[in-house]
């Protein structure tokens, strides 16, 4: 989820209050705030100046700013009418048949004053969670008051959003936050509340965040609230991830092909009580960004870790499944002379 890099931007414009949590206190209210997918959030730019919306749909992952775009733009297009012209329903609302024929057709129907060449505006967040019924009911509302109201739907898959709708919408795909826009929001939030940290810390909070905004600021304010200081050791004993300069050891010893330090090594995680899903998830991720591992390697221990990964999500979520992987991995790695009689 992006922010707002002003330290003051309170989501729907509700009164300046410290005790928000950051991520609600740092929300943006215009689209120039919001960090990353900048081509998206351009055209988004272009639609608040012209004011024709067409219906919208945007689709990405969770925490990288897309409910947030769509009430900056409606906050844009509509400005002070924005109470009156917007209606927002969210997954955890009943979004059945039922509230389609009633609430959004009557909310559709209903006059109110807007800006000259301004649309009404239906928000449906989480809308791939909506049954296929309510999804077909809603079709022909969309038609029926497109001269009224449009509808701004955000979803984490677009493909579930049936056929008839996806056509009749501007799609617009989000993609996951760079580390780089991530650290820029991360530093304007440690400012802006005076948080202690230290470059491991903020580089912790972005292996953990991946690419998600929201989680970011939460595990910054997590951290900050725990400890009082933001550093490496402190972000993963709040996050519970699995240390990667242990994983990295790991590693290490399956490049020289011992077998035994590396089960040591993953021995220790176990005991921590790492689930095996988390352990397996932190090898990828570091194994990704392993520069002591060539690019032909990399890609051998991404295979072997995908299989393992894929076996423990079927229930084998065991330690043997984990020492296999390792014994595989360290095997690559070993000279062929030691398995010779």
Same mark, same amino acid.
């Given at each position: 989820?992006?922010?707002?890099?002003?330290?003051k931007?309170?989501?729907?414009?509700?009164?300046?209050n410290?005790?928000?949590?950051?991520?609600?206190?740092? !929300?943006?209210?215009?689209?120039?705030?919001?960090?990353?997918?900048?081509?998206t959030?351009?055209?988004? #730019?272009?639609?608040?100046?012209?004011?024709?919306?067409?219906h919208?749909?945007?689709?990405?992952?969770?925490?990288? *700013?897309k409910?947030?775009?769509?009430h900056?733009?409606?906050?844009?297009?509509?400005?002070?009418?924005?109470?009156?012209?917007?209606?927002?329903?969210?997954?955890?609302?009943?979004?059945?048949i039922?509230?389609?024929?009633?609430?959004i057709k009557?909310?559709?129907?209903?006059k109110?004053?807007?800006?000259? *060449?301004?649309?009404?505006?239906?928000?449906?967040?989480?809308?791939?969670?909506?049954?296929s019924g %309510?999804?077909?009911?809603?079709?022909r509302?969309?038609? =029926?008051?497109?001269?009224?109201? !449009?509808?701004?739907l955000?979803?984490?898959?677009?493909?579930?959003?049936?056929?008839?709708?996806?056509?009749?919408?501007?799609?617009?795909?989000?993609?996951?936050?760079k580390?780089?826009?991530?650290?820029?929001?991360?530093?304007?939030v440690?400012e802006?509340e #005076?948080?202690?940290y230290?470059?491991?810390?903020?580089?912790?909070?972005i292996?953990t965040?991946?690419g998600?905004m929201?989680?970011? =600021?939460?595990?910054?304010?997590?951290?900050?609230? *725990?400890f009082g200081?933001?550093?490496a050791?402190?972000?993963?004993?709040?996050?519970?991830?699995?240390?990667?300069?242990?994983?990295?050891?790991?590693?290490?010893?399956c490049i020289?092909g011992?077998?035994n330090?590396?089960?040591?090594?993953?021995?220790?995680?176990?005991?921590? *009580?790492?689930s %095996?899903?988390?352990?397996?998830?932190?090898?990828f !991720?570091?194994?990704?960004?392993f520069?002591?591992?060539?690019?032909?390697?990399k890609?051998?221990?991404?295979?072997?870790i995908?299989?393992?990964?894929?076996?423990?999500?079927?229930?084998?979520?065991?330690?043997v499944?984990?020492?296999?992987?390792? %014994?595989?991995?360290?095997?690559?790695?070993?000279?062929?002379?030691?398995?010779q009689?």
């Open positions: 989820m992006a922010t707002s890099s002003k330290g931007g309170v989501a729907n414009g509700a009164t300046e410290y005790e928000l949590p950051w991520v609600e206190k740092y !929300r943006p209210l215009k689209l120039d705030d919001v960090v990353g997918n900048a081509d959030v351009d055209r988004l #730019k272009v639609i608040a100046r012209d004011g024709n919306c067409p919208i749909i945007i689709s990405g992952m969770p925490g990288i *700013g409910t947030t775009s769509i900056c733009l409606a906050h844009e297009m509509l400005g002070d009418a924005y109470k009156e012209g917007v209606l927002e329903l969210n997954a955890s609302d009943e979004r059945g039922d509230v389609v024929r009633n609430k009557t909310f559709a129907q209903k109110v004053t807007l800006p000259p *060449g301004r649309h009404k505006i239906v928000i449906l967040d989480e809308a791939d969670s909506m049954t %309510a999804q077909q009911a809603m079709r509302t969309m038609e =029926i008051f497109s001269n009224t109201t !449009r509808f701004a955000a979803c984490n898959q677009s493909n579930k959003i049936i056929e008839p709708i996806q056509s009749r919408c501007a799609i617009l795909r989000y993609s996951k936050l580390d780089v826009e991530v650290l820029k929001r991360l530093l304007e440690c802006a #005076k948080v202690k230290n470059d491991e810390g903020l580089t912790a909070l292996f965040s991946e998600d929201r989680q970011a =600021i939460n595990n910054l304010q997590s951290t900050w609230s *725990g200081f933001v550093s050791d402190n972000v993963f004993k709040v996050c519970d991830h699995p240390h990667p300069v242990l994983v990295q050891e790991m590693l290490r010893s020289k011992d077998v330090a590396a089960m040591e090594k993953l021995n220790d995680l176990w005991k921590q *009580g790492y %095996a899903v988390d352990i397996v998830i932190t090898i !991720r570091v194994t990704k960004t520069d002591e591992l060539k690019e032909y390697q890609l051998e221990f991404i295979r072997e995908g299989w393992t990964h894929m076996r423990i999500l079927e229930g084998v979520g065991t330690l499944q984990l020492g296999g992987l390792v %014994a595989r991995l360290c095997k690559m790695n070993m000279r062929p002379e030691l398995f009689p």
